[in-house]
């Protein structure tokens, strides 16, 4: 049974960097079927999509934050991880970890996380 | 303000059927499949849809999804006060080269 975790510190002050990590269990990261994300929420608010990574190391951001966003997997741990760099209240968010599938015309949100909440406050 | 457009807020009695629609344009939806999450109060959201229409296991076949063109829609039938959630409709954005969502519709059942 897939299982995803998500870890890191739930407190972060403005200008620093977000870091989280995502443990996956009953799944290989090294999986050639799947893309393993980033989804965020802020409170009381929308789903909003951070980016993605494969196991090569591929992976799409989402343009608005990209020069701040970077993803990437560990396969040795079967964790994959994000840090969001600069950071300020509005990145205040419930961070999701996820499994996807991105085939041709195809993009599936298979398996969530439980979801971390990240607060940025001095 | 979000790629895809839903409607903020829908709402039905018990036993009813709902549909929630979701609007974009030909660089997501009328280009890419459409899948639908529920996200019940506090909780992680859930795959309900995928592939315009198909259902994962263990969804009810009182849930539908279907894709005309650049616009989706997402059917509930027989509807129950436990469909009470937030339900948002995703996609991939070839212009933007990520995936989308849309800004979520909130369903009530009176």
């Known amino acids: 049974q897939l299982q995803l975790q998500e870890s890191g510190p739930g407190l972060v002050k403005p200008s620093e960097t977000l870091s989280l990590t995502c443990t996956v269990s009953?799944?290989?990261?090294?999986?050639?079927?799947?893309?393993w994300g980033w989804i965020r929420q802020p409170p009381g608010r929308g789903l909003e999509w951070i980016g993605v990574?494969?196991?090569?190391?591929?992976?799409y951001y989402n343009p608005s934050l990209n020069s701040r966003v970077t993803i990437f997997v560990d396969t040795s741990k079967n964790q994959f991880s994000l840090k969001l760099s600069s950071v300020t209240a509005a990145d205040t968010a419930v961070y999701y970890c996820?499994?996807?599938?991105?085939?041709?015309?195809?993009?599936?949100?298979?398996?969530w996380g439980q979801g971390a909440l990240v607060t940025v406050s001095s | 303000q979000s790629v895809l457009t839903q409607p903020p807020s829908v709402s039905a009695a018990p036993g009813q059927k709902v549909t929630i629609s979701c609007s974009g344009s030909s660089s997501n939806i009328g280009n890419n499949y459409v899948s639908w999450y529920q996200q019940l109060p506090g909780t992680a959201p859930k795959l309900l849809i995928y592939d315009n229409n198909n259902r994962p296991s263990g969804i009810p076949d009182r849930i539908s999804g279907s894709k005309s063109g650049t616009s989706a829609t997402l059917g509930i039938t027989g509807l129950q006060t436990g469909d009470e959630a937030d339900y948002y409709c995703?996609?991939?954005?070839?212009?933007?080269?990520?995936?989308?969502f849309g800004g979520g519709t909130k369903l009530t059942v009176l």
């Open positions: 995703g996609t991939w954005d070839n212009s933007l080269s990520a995936g989308v």
């Open positions: 990574v494969y196991y090569s190391g591929r992976t």
């Open positions: 009953g799944a290989s990261v090294s999986s050639s079927s799947y893309y």
């Open positions: 996820a499994r996807l599938i991105l085939t041709g015309p195809r993009t599936t949100i298979d398996s």
